[in-house]
């Protein structure tokens, strides 16, 4: 664990964009190998367009809650903060 919180230390030092392009490559890192149920670019497409289209229907139907950019991020930092020993 001590390793764990090594690269966490290191990691929130980085720039936002650092820190959004590490993301994407540790979650590309947790998906399956091809051939093992892995979508073509046009399959996460569709699936990303069906997607968006169900959370503005949802939004338009006032079926969810809106929440401004700012106060969704002081939530995660104040989670992430929690989290720390």
Known sequence: MAALNTVLEQALQLSDD???ELIGQLLRSLEPDAGEGELTAD???AAWSSELGQRAREVRKGA?????GDEALAGVRRSITARRP
């Open 18 to 20: 650092e820190r959004g």
């Open 43 to 45: 399959e996460w497409e």
């Open 64 to 68: 969810v809650e809106l929440i401004d």
